[in-house]
């Protein structure tokens, strides 16, 4: 058993953040995907709380900001 927060019923979850993101540290976010949802966390703060949203509301989301 995991002591991670983010730790699911498949092991460990494989974080990522866009490569539009860059490296000088600024305001991030990171995503890990699972075959029911989609965790959003802050990439400065890792160890704190995720956010969990359903892989709809995820699709539904990036629909969305894909026509902004």
């Known amino acids: 058993m995991s002591t991670d927060p983010h730790a699911n019923q ?16 600024g305001d991030c976010v990171e995503v ?21 949203i359903s892989a709809e509301q995820w699709s539904a989301f990036a629909a969305y900001a894909r026509q902004a």
């Open 10 to 25: 498949f092991g460990e979850l494989a974080w990522f953040k866009s490569s539009y993101s860059g490296t000088s540290g």
């Open 32 to 52: 890990a995907a699972t075959p029911a949802a989609v965790h959003v966390r802050d990439s400065k703060r890792p160890q704190a709380a995720s956010l969990t």
